[in-house]
Every structure is written in C-alpha cells, then in structure tokens.
C-alpha cells in the first residue's frame, strides 16, 4: 500500500493543470509537515544566534534603549583584553587535556571491560563503577570535590598520610594548581561517556580480524596497533571532536568549583563571557566573545561533519 | 484508496501548520493580567520564599489579598542565584514581573535601565508617609527600592576554641582579634583563627568580610560625593590590616576560591574560631552543630576608635517594575509589606531586622543570640556603601582580584589599591 500510493499519486500529477489549487495546496503539504521543525530552528536558534551577532556590532546594548554601531570595536576590545587571551590558552589547555585523557582512560577501562580474562560478573561490577562519574550532575560532582580538594580534606589527608606532601595542597585555591585540579575533575566526570562508546565499537569489531592477526603470529600490541585502533578510528575521531566542543562550553563545573579564579587562573571563555554579560553588564563585548567562540566551535564542528561524511 | 491519502496528508499539513502558527500567535499574545471581573493578579518574584519556613510567606500573603479581594498576588519563588538571573533577564527584556525582589547591588543598574519605577513618585501619589521607612535606596534623589528585612553580619566567636586558646574575652579590637586569631590558630593545628572567603564567582566577600573592617571603624571606601576613594588612609589600612592577618597565617587556607557557605561550614565544624557572618545563619549552625557554644559581637573596631561602628547589611528589597500596568495596585502591596504589624511580622519569621522603624521583632521564641545582635544593630548603623553602586558585583570582583595579588605577594597594597581605585572610577562616573 506504501507502494502503491506516491505511484499512483505521480500518476495523477499529469491533471493537476486542470485543479492548480489542488496541485498547490499539494506542494504545500511537506511544508507543512516541515513547519514545527523550521519554527523550532528558527526561534530557538536562528534568532538568538542572529541578535547575538547583531548585538556584538553594537554597543550598550540590552542595558540602554539607543543603542549605537560600534563595528569591529567589540571585537577589538575583547581580542586585545588580556583577561580574555587568559581565558583562551586556559580553554585550550583544559579541552586538550581532557580530551586526550578521556580518550586514554575511556580506550583503557572499555578494554578491560572488553577483555575475555575476566568473568561477566566482574565485569558487570566494573561496569557499573567505571559509569558512576558520569551518573552525577556537575552540582554534584563540584560539591563532592571541593570537599575532597580542601586543604584540610581526603586527598591531602591521604597524600600526607603515605608521606607524599608535607601539608595540605591548596588544590582549587593555589593559582599554581587550580587549572589542573578543574581539569583532573572534568576528566573524571567525562571519561565514562568515551568508555561506553568506545566499548559499543570494541564490541563491534569481527573476531575473525584477531584470528587471523593471531594466526599471523602477532603479539598483543601489533593486534592493538593494526586491529583495534583502525576499526576505532571513526568512533575515536567522531568522540574526540565531540568532546573538543562540550568541553570548550563548560562552565558549570569551573563556576561551581573556583569560578575562573584564583587569580584568573582557571579563566575560561565560558566564565569569561558570563562576567562581561552578567556581572559588568557589557552585553556587547559578551557577545563579541560569544561569537568568537562560536566561530572557534564552528572550526571543530566542521572537521566533525567531515569526519561523518567519509564514513 | 489514493484519494484518501492524499486528503489525509493535506489535512494533517493543514492542521500542523496552523498549529505552528496558532503557536506562534500565541507567543505573542498579552498574557493579560486583569480578570474580566476587575481583579488584578501581580506577579511577585522573589527569593524569600524559598528561604522562608514552608507556608509562612503564604499566609502573610493572604492575609494581604483577603483585605484586598481584588488583587491576587501570583509569587514567583526561586532560590538567589536563580531569582537574581531571571530578573536580569526580565530587566534587559522589559519584562519584569510587577513587583521584584531586590538585592541593594541590583538596584543602580536595573534603575539605570529603566526597568524598575520610581518609588517616590508613587509614594506621593498614594500620599504615603515614609517616616516610618528605616532606609530607602535612592538613584538621583529618587527612592527605587525599599528594604523590607535587613540581614546584619556580626562578628561570631567559637567561645569553646576562645577559651581553650586562653583567651578570655570576645575580641572588641583589631588588636585584640588579631592575638586571638594568633592563640587561636597556635593552639591547634587543624584550626585557624578566621576565614575570609574571597571567591570571584561570587564575590561578596569582599563586602562582608573585608569592607566590614573599614565600615566598623567608621570609615568609607567613597568620597563625600559618592566618588571611590580606595587610596585613603583608612581603606589602606583596613587592607594593610588583613594583609597582616593573612602574614599572621591565622586565616583558613583555601581563601582564594572559599565562598560564603564554606565559611560557615567551617566554623559549624569547629576548623575557625571567628568568623563575619550573616544573621541568618544561626540557625542553620544551632542545627548542625547543637552543642557549639557561641556568640555574636559586634565587629571590631580599629584601636583606639571609640565612634559609633557600622555593621554591614543585606536586605531583601523591595521594588516595582516600570513596565508594570498595576502600579498603584503594586504600592498597595508594598506598603502593606511595610507596615509596622505585617514588617514585624516578617522579620521575625526571617530572624531578620524590620525595615519599619516601628516594627520590632518578637524574640520570644528566637534564639538569644537574637537579641543580642539588635542590641548591636541599635548601637551602630547599618553600613554598606554597595548598595545602589552601580555594577556593584562587578566593583567587588576586581578589588577581590587585587587582594588576591596582594595576599599572594604579587603586589603590594598600594599599588593593588591604586589599581582598584582606577577600576572603579571608569565604573563609579
């Protein structure tokens, strides 16, 4: 019957120039179906993106009725502030490291839940630990590690404890620390996606590709080298510019734990952004820099898009 | 069969898209606050709610709508945090609810946008008397927001890790906080003498915590004419001061991204002997910690200052939108929020200060500690110099950045001062 109709219905196209309103009000029905979706396109994205864009040209903007055309100056002022190209290498190095180690530590833990040595209960068990990072919110998980990060808290107590550090580590509070810290939590509360995901394409790869790399006489490493990681590639490079990207708009995490202090030291262009909208009321430069870091993410999303077409 | 399909699909088209822009239709609509009968519904967007025992706040609200059965009060409660964003939102929109809930920092911006009323006029058209209203934030002479409740911030003491320092009295100068810090801090390993919570995100700190100090010698960070002035001897000093606490290693370590509830935690806990703190909060460390012996005093004062001290302050505030079509309606509310019985009443259920002169509190089933600290209160005077400056959050970040450089040995005072002080004259015009 699915069949027969869109045939029977191009058949009957031929007499449409006797009924035009019919054939229009046709034309008009896969726009109509359409509609939802474009109305959702357009309001929750086209629009907010288009005034933000507007707004970074602009200047006193949103706080005061007349606003004026600045041009570039937004751009400009945000390009040159040092505050923001602070912000800027702590982003690069925060979403670089983290990504990595939660493509390091998601390969590794989705291995040994791949592996035949263990049981499936074990495994099971594993699994369900291994996924617990990723079942907190970031509420959670900032509240758990500013108990645990404080000076008089667990991870310097243990670290006093089998002699490691003299006195207690100011992890969150020492500008020397403070970036490593938010990134070691980042890590932990992302690396489970990676896990799953990675696991589901280890999961995937044929057996024969193994017996007959075995049958070749290969060791465990040749296997990881010239089996494994070949068949991961797509999901490794689909993950990792995923991760690029979510990780480039964190801000909950940073503005629960040190809120891009101390001393600018965990900056962010999230937290960045924010205070020049929320807390200095300068909505232009806020957009300025929101769309600086569009264009940034639109780079990543492009290789992303790529990366889906050769597959 | 085809024919069927084919109508179906177009109907179903149809119906979608006029769906889409009945949707659409009705975005746009006037939500329409005035009933066909005459009854006007404000909306009333507040944090207070939420900080209030369950159902107390309601019944303070119905007795209003029960004298006024043709107005209905919709309250729009949320947490600070989340009430502070909406209202920004509602401010740059102009879509305010009628009546707002304000903190003092909020009030110059939001009066310079234009998206709250001024007060004053109203009250003069509702011939409403004022001399009862302990305090009014004004922008260029004219009243934009009312404190309702005041939140005072005493200095607390652990009389417990006090004594056990040997130290005999509650400290009443920056001389005698500093030695009680010191025995404090030496007499434990695991305890220090104060906190000083001194995160950006959340940069209150700075006033509650640091300006305090300069507030309750009866000093200023301003200029007669409202100007800043953070290079005059007495802010100097006041930073030179906790520079000293700090080199005394008497404050709590982790200062630099501490907020305001990891200092109270930490005085719940036993891990500082002193701390400045909000009112508000007695309750909360009663609850946690039911045997902590402690009290309230207020703030030191530089040695040898025998004026009358200032006690930094939070309010919730009052204010109504510009953009509201129920103003008079939205006074109404107010003032009845105002008056010396409904204040009373509201103040003692926030364990706060009325913002009536006439209003006082029932103590009689609050904590002792109450009374002591409205004791305080009626000895000094309220101070905070934040309110009504505009981006006032923004003004205790960037002076909170520079203590940071200055607690860290990036900078010295002055020059940490005179950075702030350029910072906040490009702010403070």
Not at chain 1, 250 to 256: E, N, S
Not at chain 2, 374 to 384: L, M, S, W
């Amino acid at each position: 019957m699915t069949l027969t109709a869109p045939r029977a219905s191009t058949r009957a196209a031929p007499a449409a120039p006797g009924r035009p309103r019919s054939t229009l009000a046709r034309r008009l029905v896969p726009y109509g179906y359409l509609s939802p979706t474009v109305l959702l396109i357009v309001v929750l994205m086209v629009v907010p993106i288009v005034m933000v864009v507007g707004y970074s040209f602009r200047d006193n903007v949103i706080v005061q009725e007349n606003s004026v055309f600045a041009g570039f100056a937004n751009y400009t002022k945000v390009l040159t502030d040092p505050d923001f190209l602070a912000a800027l290498r702590n982003t690069a190095v925060f979403i670089s490291v983290s990504t990595v180690a939660h493509l390091v530590l998601g390969l590794t833990f989705a291995m040994m839940l791949n592996t035949q040595l263990l049981s499936g209960v074990t495994k099971a068990i594993f699994r369900i630990v291994y996924i617990l990072p990723w079942l907190f919110t970031i509420a959670v998980i900032a509240v758990i590690w500013r108990l645990l990060f404080d000076p008089s808290g667990v991870v310097n107590y243990v670290l006093q404890t089998v002699g490691l550090v003299q006195q207690g580590v100011n992890w969150f509070g020492d500008p020397a620390t403070a970036l490593w810290a938010v990134t070691f939590v980042n890590i932990w509360s992302g690396y489970p996606f990676f896990m799953i995901s990675l696991l589901a394409g280890l999961q995937g790869i044929p057996a024969d590709l193994y017996e007959a790399a075995a049958v070749d006489g290969t060791n465990w490493w040749q296997r990881f080298r010239h089996v494994t990681l070949p068949q991961l590639r797509p999901v490794i490079i689909s993950m990792a510019v995923l991760d690029l990207i979510w990780t480039s708009h964190q801000f909950a995490l940073i503005w629960m734990t040190t809120g891009g202090g101390p001393l600018n030291s965990t900056e962010m262009l999230s937290t960045f952004t924010y205070k020049q909208a929320f807390s200095e009321y300068e909505f232009a430069t806020a957009s300025a820099a929101a769309v600086i870091v569009l264009l940034l993410t639109m780079v990543l999303a492009f290789f992303y898009v790529r990366s889906q077409r050769e597959r | 069969m085809v024919f069927r399909v084919s109508r179906l699909s177009r109907l179903v088209g149809a119906v979608t898209a006029a769906t889409t822009v009945a949707f659409v239709a009705a975005c746009g609509a006037d939500d329409g606050a005035s009933d066909g009968d005459g009854t006007v519904t404000l909306e009333f967007a507040q944090w207070w709610g939420a900080e209030l025992p369950a159902g107390e706040f309601d019944r303070i609200i119905d007795e209003f709508t029960a004298q006024n059965p043709n107005i209905e009060i919709e309250l729009l409660s949320a947490p600070y945090a989340s009430t502070k964003q909406q209202l920004l939102t509602g401010a740059a929109s102009k879509t305010l609810p009628d009546v707002v809930g304000l903190d003092g920092a909020w009030v110059n911006d939001f009066a310079k946008q234009g998206a709250i009323t001024d007060l004053s006029s109203l009250m003069a058209e509702a011939n409403y008397d004022d001399s009862e209203l302990a305090s009014q934030i004004q922008i260029d002479g004219s009243t934009y927001m009312i404190p309702v409740v005041n939140f005072v911030y005493p200095l607390f003491v652990n009389k417990e890790l006090l004594t056990e320092a040997g130290v005999a009295d509650v400290p009443t100068t920056r001389g005698e906080f500093l030695d009680a810090a010191t025995k404090i801090s030496a007499s434990d390993g695991d305890v220090k003498g104060w906190a000083l919570p001194l995160d950006t995100a959340v940069p209150n700190g700075i006033q509650n915590d640091v300006m305090s100090w300069l507030w309750a010698s009866g000093g200023s960070m301003l200029t007669a004419d409202g100007k800043p002035n953070l290079t005059s001897p007495e802010v100097k000093e006041t930073v030179e001061y906790v520079k000293s606490l700090n080199d005394a290693d008497v404050i709590a370590p982790g200062a630099l991204t501490m907020k305001e509830q990891d200092k109270v935690e930490k005085f719940s806990n036993g891990q500082i002997g002193m701390m400045i703190d909000s009112l508000a909060h007695i309750n909360l460390i009663r609850e946690n910690q039911p045997d902590m012996e402690f009290e309230v005093a207020a703030l030191p004062a530089a040695d040898g200052y025998t004026g009358e001290r200032g006690i930094p302050y939070a309010s919730w505030g009052i204010g109504i939108s510009d953009s509201s079509e129920h103003k008079a309606e939205a006074f109404k509310f107010v003032s009845y929020l105002m008056s010396q019985e409904t204040n009373a009443q509201l103040s003692t259920i926030a364990n706060g200060f009325p913002g009536n002169k006439n209003a006082e509190p029932d103590f009689g089933s609050s904590d002792p500690l109450f009374r002591t600290a409205f004791e305080i209160y009626q000895q000094g005077y309220p101070a905070n110099e934040f309110v009504g400056l505009p981006k006032s959050e923004d003004l205790m970040r960037s002076f909170a950045e520079q203590l940071q450089l200055v607690l860290t040995g990036g900078s010295s005072v002055d020059d940490a001062l005179a950075a702030a002080q350029e910072n906040w004259s490009s702010v403070i015009e």
